[in-house]
């Protein structure tokens, strides 16, 4: 029963920004409980899922090389939101990212070395050995080790909140109705896309075609209820980040694996056979995010990639086998297209491909004439057989709503002030400083810098 | 027909490995190689980015250069209970002693891989009471329980010459099937050339124990957590053995070539080469064997579980058998128990090539191919840009 002891402070969540923020409290002397709604084999959110974290720094260091400055960061930031962003917060962030990775080996993190093979973000991005699990269990061995208390498979269901001060907090501990008492709160339950039929409000009914790449554990219980409690939104409601994956992935929890990366040397048809989009517009880590929407917008939210034999070498592998035809007919058949109308759409998209020198590694300027809409790069014609299908639908990352916080990782409540006893961070008040776009890597840093000002801020207020 | 090549319906048929082994490691690879997120663990996923996809030799090859560190099971995304269930640590184990089965020389015997715990025991019993046949035997059966001091004791208990057919014909017919097997085994997943360097880097890494760190921090050894307890108990277990091969060795150049009998005296290069090495063996695959029973059986193949525990339990009892014999030679019971070593001794020389021992050899052959074919690979790009 958590009815009858009394904490410091409450942690919501498993996942990255939780466990920085309850380290640093714990380290600094509160007793703290953690309650995560996964179980001990699920937890750790959407940051289990991730790969790294992006820091500036300014000279090479054992995990990044060259350098990366806080201007150069900050314009990154800029392009990518398009400048929805609270400039101060986002600044305290990228400076703050500079001292993140040492304090992450000191609680049992680490990282691959920077020459590591395969990787072109070393520059930029400090990459997780093992991944994302490995920090989360690393943290939550270290968690243990300081005497954190951590539940699993207890879901904060509402929050006690009188006049923007947090009282307690209803909980299903193991399924069974509970309360905990502390005396501050750290809100780190990530965003909402978990909750299909939230996801539904925003987008219709097309929601449901949506496959979630994270954890089903983040249905934004906690923003809903903090929302409705007084706490400034933050946040586009209707937006997420979704990317084009494999329409064969898991509904929850796919992961990194799902992703494809063949688009570019691709043409995309709907179900109707028809192209939609020019495929080749930019280099694919630019045009990545675009196409979660492309596709969202089409008939039955679903989508095909086709290419030919030459392309099938020319991106990373995909878990799912590509499906195969001797001919487009044959392909179409497979994919129950009409037959007729994707070979005449993929004569017209030959016929219509002009003399150019093919280089995958950048724009080409390999292009179609007279086309609608025209392919602009990396255009070839689809004759060599066999030819090749992935079918596509919007994989969604996370969501763009959350709460507004200050500085000190304060909850804003609609009045203009903050809450005195009640913080968040990560994925929850992501939006503050990524108002829309990606970045990658950002989001574990901005976890990761809130969630120890958060754990501070939390030990500070309960040992005044 | 080589593996490489045969349709895996008939993989099925053919003698160790499994169809069903082979496809389970052929998933595991292709959504790790989807994902990456292991790549700084081991040479596995290095090797494993090489291949867009994988033919039966590759994940042969794969499995044999997997150290079973566990680091890549529990940092998994889609370990268990997820619905891709991924258990690398698990598959690969088991594709590897169905390798050792596969490539085993002569075919006919493989099959003593299937029940391996049970053959070592019935091969120590029956060696065990053979050898004090032997004794009681061609030698007066007192001579088990006297008192036998200075050059030639031993001898007073076996006869040298029996000692010496003995020991040659069971050590070298386990040269030979061994020798044989690693010959099946690098014909079929081996690498096409090997320069002087991979070698020298596959002993580097196979003497170093390179993948049994878990990229430098340590291995999940027994949970979620890191230790190189593992790492230097196995350390420990293969210096142990080396040395106490070495001490041998010398005995023998001792005897045949300078004619010095044994026993020999405390400080001299046998001796101290075998307390070292006894101490070393004792140590290793005792601690080992403790591990074996305190780590979580998740990640590990429960099948290999009497494989792994037999040469485990022949190497100690080995060593420890040896060291009694070495602080109790000048007493009455120094008969019983030379009898007794010499009985381990043998057991464990014929099941040599036909258990867990073999994944020494194996694995040394898989760390030189790795270093083959990234060198191979390196310079393919070089010239390519
Ligand atoms: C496939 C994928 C790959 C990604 N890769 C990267 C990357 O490489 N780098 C990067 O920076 N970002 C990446 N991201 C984004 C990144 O995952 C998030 O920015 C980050 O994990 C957010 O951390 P968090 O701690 O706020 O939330 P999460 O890690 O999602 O944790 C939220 C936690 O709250 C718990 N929870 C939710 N509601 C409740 C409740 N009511 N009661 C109790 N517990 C609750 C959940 O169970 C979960 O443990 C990726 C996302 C995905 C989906
Ligand atoms: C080429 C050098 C060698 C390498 C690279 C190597 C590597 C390994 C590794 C990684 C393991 C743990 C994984 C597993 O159980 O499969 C292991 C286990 C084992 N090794 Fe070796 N080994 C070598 C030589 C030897 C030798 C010479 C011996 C005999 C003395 C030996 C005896 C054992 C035993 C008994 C185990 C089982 C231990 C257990 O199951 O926990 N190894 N070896
Ligand atoms: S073991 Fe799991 S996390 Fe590691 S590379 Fe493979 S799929 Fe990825
Ligand atoms: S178990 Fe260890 S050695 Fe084997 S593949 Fe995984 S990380 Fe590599």
Redesign the pocket.
């Given at each position: 029963m958590l009815r009858d002891k009394h904490y410091d402070l409450l942690v919501i969540g498993g996942g990255n920004a939780a466990l920085c923020a309850a380290l640093t409290a714990r380290e600094q002397g509160a007793s703290v409980l953690v309650c995560e709604h996964a179980p001990r084999a699920l937890r750790g959110g959407n940051s289990r899922h991730t790969r790294n974290l992006r820091c500036s720094h300014d000279a090479p260091t054992d995990v990044l090389t060259e350098n990366y400055s806080e201007e150069e960061y900050f314009e990154d930031l800029l392009r990518v939101t398009g400048g929805v962003t609270n400039e101060k917060l986002a600044r305290m962030t990228i400076h703050e990212s500079k001292f993140v990775t040492p304090w992450m080996y000191e609680r049992g993190v680490r990282f691959q070395p920077s020459l590591g093979g395969t990787l072109s973000l070393s520059r930029t991005n400090a990459f997780f050995l093992g991944g994302g699990k490995a920090l989360v269990n690393a943290y939550f061995a270290e968690a243990e080790k300081k005497g954190v208390e951590v539940v699993y498979d207890t879901e904060v269901v509402s929050l006690d909140i009188e006049e923007g001060f947090f009282k307690g907090a209803e909980v299903r501990y193991h399924g069974f109705p509970d309360y905990v008492r502390a005396k501050a709160l750290v809100v780190a339950s990530g965003g909402f896309q978990g909750n299909i039929e939230w996801l539904t409000e925003a987008w219709g009914p097309s929601a449901a075609n949506f496959i979630i790449r994270g954890t089903p554990f983040n249905k934004g219980l906690m923003l809903r209820d903090l929302l409705a409690k007084g706490a400034e939104p933050n946040g586009d409601p209707t937006q997420c980040h979704a990317v084009a994956i494999d329409a064969r992935a898991p509904k929850f929890d796919g992961g990194i694996v799902t992703r494809l990366d063949c688009v570019p040397f691709s043409i995309v048809v709907n179900n109707k056979a028809e192209r939609f989009y020019d495929e080749g517009e930019d280099v694919w880590p630019k045009r990545y995010a675009i196409w979660g929407r492309l596709v969202a917008q089409q008939p039955d939210q679903i989508a095909y990639a086709i290419i030919d034999t030459k392309c099938l070498k020319l991106f990373m592998p995909s878990v799912f086998p590509p499906i195969e035809g001797r001919t487009i007919e044959e392909l179409a058949g497979k994919l129950e297209l009409d037959p007729a109308k994707l070979s005449k759409t993929v004569k017209g998209f030959n016929a219509a491909v002009q003399p150019g020198s093919f280089d995958p590694s950048g724009l080409d300027g390999s292009r179609t004439e007279g086309l609608e809409p025209a392919k602009t790069n990396w255009a070839r014609k689809l004759d060599e057989p066999p030819y090749y299908a992935y079918p596509l639908r919007p994989g969604v990352t996370f969501t763009y709503l959350g709460v507004t916080v200050d500085e000190k990782a304060r909850i804003q409540m609609a009045d203009g002030k903050p809450s005195a006893n009640m913080l968040a961070a990560g994925e929850i008040m992501a939006g503050n400083i990524l108002g829309q776009g990606y970045l990658a890597g950002l989001g574990m840093t901005i976890g990761t810098v809130f969630g120890r000002i958060a754990g501070q801020e939390a030990a500070r207020y309960v040992n005044r | 027909m080589s593996i490489a090549e045969q349709p895996v319906s008939l993989v099925g048929l053919a003698r160790g490995l499994q169809g069903a082994t082979l496809e389970e490691s052929r998933r595991t690879m292709e959504i790790c190689n989807a994902c990456r997120y292991c790549e700084g663990y081991c040479a596995v996923f290095p090797a494993m980015e090489l291949h867009r996809s994988f033919s039966n030799r590759d994940l042969v090859h794969l499995a044999n250069l997997c150290?079973?560190?566990k680091g890549c099971f529990y940092a998994c995304q889609y370990a268990p209970p997820h619905e891709f269930g991924l258990n690398l640590p698990k598959v690969f184990?088991e594709l590897?002693r169905e390798s050792y089965e596969h490539h085993a020389w002569p075919g006919a015997l493989a099959g003593l891989f299937q029940k391996n715990g049970l053959f070592v025991s019935l091969a120590t019993g029956l060696l065990l009471i053979a050898v004090m046949l032997l004794s009681a035997l061609l030698v007066d059966p007192q001579a088990l329980f006297g008192v036998n001091r200075g050059p030639g004791s031993f001898y007073a208990v076996i006869p040298y010459e029996v000692m010496v057919a003995l020991g040659s014909l069971s050590f070298g017919y386990a040269v030979l099937a061994l020798v044989m097997g690693l010959r099946n085994y690098w014909r079929e997943s081996g690498a096409k050339q090997v320069g002087g360097k991979a070698l020298a880097l596959g002993l580097h890494?196979?003497?170093t124990?390179r993948?049994?760190s878990g990229g430098g921090h340590g291995c999940n050894d027994t949970h979620e957590g890191f230790t190189q307890s593992?790492r230097w108990l196995?350390q420990a277990?293969?210096w142990?053995?080396?040395l106490s091969f070495a001490s041998t060795s010398v005995a023998t150049i001792y005897d045949h070539v300078f004619g010095w009998i044994a026993p020999y005296s405390w400080y001299s290069a046998p001796v101290v080469l075998g307390t070292l090495g006894g101490f070393g063996?004792t140590i290793g695959?005792g601690g080992?064997?403790w591990?074996?029973f305190k780590t979580d059986p998740e990640p590990t193949a429960q099948r290999?579980f009497g494989m792994?525990?037999g040469?485990?339990a022949q190497?100690f009892l080995v060593a420890v058998t040896g060291l009694a014999l070495l602080f109790f030679r000048h007493t009455s019971a120094m008969g019983m128990l030379l009898v007794i070593h010499l009985g381990f001794v043998l057991a464990l020389f014929v099941s040599l090539p036909y258990g867990?021992?073999v994944?020494?050899?194996y694995?040394?052959a898989a760390?030189v191919r790795h270093h083959a074919d990234q060198r191979a690979a390196s310079q393919e790009e070089g010239s390519a840009s």
């Amino acid at each position: 029963m958590l009815r009858d002891k009394h904490y410091d402070l409450l942690v919501i969540g498993g996942g990255n920004a939780a466990l920085c923020a309850a380290l640093t409290a714990r380290e600094q002397g509160a007793s703290v409980l953690v309650c995560e709604h996964a179980p001990r084999a699920l937890r750790g959110g959407n940051s289990r899922h991730t790969r790294n974290l992006r820091c500036s720094h300014d000279a090479p260091t054992d995990v990044l090389t060259e350098n990366y400055s806080e201007e150069e960061y900050f314009e990154d930031l800029l392009r990518v939101t398009g400048g929805v962003t609270n400039e101060k917060l986002a600044r305290m962030t990228i400076h703050e990212s500079k001292f993140v990775t040492p304090w992450m080996y000191e609680r049992g993190v680490r990282f691959q070395p920077s020459l590591g093979g395969t990787l072109s973000l070393s520059r930029t991005n400090a990459f997780f050995l093992g991944g994302g699990k490995a920090l989360v269990n690393a943290y939550f061995a270290e968690a243990e080790k300081k005497g954190v208390e951590v539940v699993y498979d207890t879901e904060v269901v509402s929050l006690d909140i009188e006049e923007g001060f947090f009282k307690g907090a209803e909980v299903r501990y193991h399924g069974f109705p509970d309360y905990v008492r502390a005396k501050a709160l750290v809100v780190a339950s990530g965003g909402f896309q978990g909750n299909i039929e939230w996801l539904t409000e925003a987008w219709g009914p097309s929601a449901a075609n949506f496959i979630i790449r994270g954890t089903p554990f983040n249905k934004g219980l906690m923003l809903r209820d903090l929302l409705a409690k007084g706490a400034e939104p933050n946040g586009d409601p209707t937006q997420c980040h979704a990317v084009a994956i494999d329409a064969r992935a898991p509904k929850f929890d796919g992961g990194i694996v799902t992703r494809l990366d063949c688009v570019p040397f691709s043409i995309v048809v709907n179900n109707k056979a028809e192209r939609f989009y020019d495929e080749g517009e930019d280099v694919w880590p630019k045009r990545y995010a675009i196409w979660g929407r492309l596709v969202a917008q089409q008939p039955d939210q679903i989508a095909y990639a086709i290419i030919d034999t030459k392309c099938l070498k020319l991106f990373m592998p995909s878990v799912f086998p590509p499906i195969e035809g001797r001919t487009i007919e044959e392909l179409a058949g497979k994919l129950e297209l009409d037959p007729a109308k994707l070979s005449k759409t993929v004569k017209g998209f030959n016929a219509a491909v002009q003399p150019g020198s093919f280089d995958p590694s950048g724009l080409d300027g390999s292009r179609t004439e007279g086309l609608e809409p025209a392919k602009t790069n990396w255009a070839r014609k689809l004759d060599e057989p066999p030819y090749y299908a992935y079918p596509l639908r919007p994989g969604v990352t996370f969501t763009y709503l959350g709460v507004t916080v200050d500085e000190k990782a304060r909850i804003q409540m609609a009045d203009g002030k903050p809450s005195a006893n009640m913080l968040a961070a990560g994925e929850i008040m992501a939006g503050n400083i990524l108002g829309q776009g990606y970045l990658a890597g950002l989001g574990m840093t901005i976890g990761t810098v809130f969630g120890r000002i958060a754990g501070q801020e939390a030990a500070r207020y309960v040992n005044r | 027909m080589s593996i490489a090549e045969q349709p895996v319906s008939l993989v099925g048929l053919a003698r160790g490995l499994q169809g069903a082994t082979l496809e389970e490691s052929r998933r595991t690879m292709e959504i790790c190689n989807a994902c990456r997120y292991c790549e700084g663990y081991c040479a596995v996923f290095p090797a494993m980015e090489l291949h867009r996809s994988f033919s039966n030799r590759d994940l042969v090859h794969l499995a044999n250069l997997c150290h079973g560190c566990k680091g890549c099971f529990y940092a998994c995304q889609y370990a268990p209970p997820h619905e891709f269930g991924l258990n690398l640590p698990k598959v690969f184990a088991e594709l590897r002693r169905e390798s050792y089965e596969h490539h085993a020389w002569p075919g006919a015997l493989a099959g003593l891989f299937q029940k391996n715990g049970l053959f070592v025991s019935l091969a120590t019993g029956l060696l065990l009471i053979a050898v004090m046949l032997l004794s009681a035997l061609l030698v007066d059966p007192q001579a088990l329980f006297g008192v036998n001091r200075g050059p030639g004791s031993f001898y007073a208990v076996i006869p040298y010459e029996v000692m010496v057919a003995l020991g040659s014909l069971s050590f070298g017919y386990a040269v030979l099937a061994l020798v044989m097997g690693l010959r099946n085994y690098w014909r079929e997943s081996g690498a096409k050339q090997v320069g002087g360097k991979a070698l020298a880097l596959g002993l580097h890494d196979a003497l170093t124990l390179r993948h049994l760190s878990g990229g430098g921090h340590g291995c999940n050894d027994t949970h979620e957590g890191f230790t190189q307890s593992r790492r230097w108990l196995h350390q420990a277990m293969m210096w142990g053995f080396l040395l106490s091969f070495a001490s041998t060795s010398v005995a023998t150049i001792y005897d045949h070539v300078f004619g010095w009998i044994a026993p020999y005296s405390w400080y001299s290069a046998p001796v101290v080469l075998g307390t070292l090495g006894g101490f070393g063996l004792t140590i290793g695959s005792g601690g080992l064997f403790w591990m074996k029973f305190k780590t979580d059986p998740e990640p590990t193949a429960q099948r290999n579980f009497g494989m792994d525990m037999g040469l485990l339990a022949q190497l100690f009892l080995v060593a420890v058998t040896g060291l009694a014999l070495l602080f109790f030679r000048h007493t009455s019971a120094m008969g019983m128990l030379l009898v007794i070593h010499l009985g381990f001794v043998l057991a464990l020389f014929v099941s040599l090539p036909y258990g867990k021992f073999v994944h020494g050899l194996y694995r040394f052959a898989a760390l030189v191919r790795h270093h083959a074919d990234q060198r191979a690979a390196s310079q393919e790009e070089g010239s390519a840009s």
